[in-house]
């Protein structure tokens, strides 16, 4: 893969393949929710975003793989009660193996299922409009996995004098609240610490999206 592709391809799975290892599993499956949650507000199962709350945590080692499952089970029993059943249950199999080790293959399916199947329900849809929403996904998952690793072409050495207790807290507001907003505020206390490097402040400064993950938070927070 070349950097261009990294930075330009809309379809997830060569990426995958290009960093399947175990140490970016975080990362992979950080994007895996990242991507899933944006779906979420269409039904109104609370446990299943209660699912993703905790297998985030999980990730960071804050809660075990037995907590996971049980909210899990619950949240796949609350949808399969639902009548009708929400294209969102497309994701199911991806999971109901074992609920925590996502299939990030099934996932993404899942989410380009779940894209097509919006795109369909509006009574105007075509073919091409349908065509048009899987696109936009694409496009989604490739900002998404930007947001979360970066340009691995270009690895960014990150100098610990730049982690002050302001940028830290900043960071840790962010990650902790999944709310991104404050990434101009952690540019210019990362600048205030000394670090002009463009990479980080650009990303920044970007519209994002952000999310968990985000490759610069992480920097700051120390974590791999």
């Given at each position: ?44 199962e ?24 049980a ?97 830290v ?30 990479d980080i402040l ?23």
């Amino acid at each position: 893969m070349t950097e261009e592709e990294w930075l330009t391809h809309e379809h997830i799975f060569s990426e995958w393949h290009f960093l399947k290892d175990e140490k970016y599993r975080r990362r992979w499956d950080l994007f895996a929710i990242a991507c899933l949650r944006r779906f979420v507000p269409r039904i109104t199962e609370e446990s299943l975003s209660e699912y993703f709350d905790l297998y985030e945590r999980a990730v960071d080692g804050l809660a075990t793989h037995a907590d996971v499952e049980a909210v899990w089970h619950r949240c796949l029993s609350a949808l399969q009660d639902l009548d009708p059943q929400p294209p969102f249950v497309a994701f199911v199999p991806a999971i109901s193996g074992d609920p925590v080790d996502m299939d990030l293959e099934e996932l993404t399916y899942a989410c380009a299922s779940l894209a097509e199947a919006e795109a369909a329900m509006s009574p105007e849809s075509t073919a091409m409009q349908t065509a048009m929403a899987l696109d936009n996904e694409h496009r989604r998952w490739t900002s998404i996995r930007l947001d979360i690793f970066g340009n691995p072409f270009r690895p960014v050495a990150f100098d610990p004098s730049w982690r002050t207790s302001t940028a830290v807290a900043i960071a840790r507001g962010m990650y902790d609240s999944r709310d991104f907003s404050a990434m101009p505020i952690l540019a210019d206390a990362l600048q205030d610490a000394g670090c002009e490097h463009a990479d980080i402040l650009d990303h920044c400064r970007s519209p994002g999206p952000h999310v968990k993950g985000c490759w610069v938070v992480d920097l700051v927070l120390g974590k791999e």
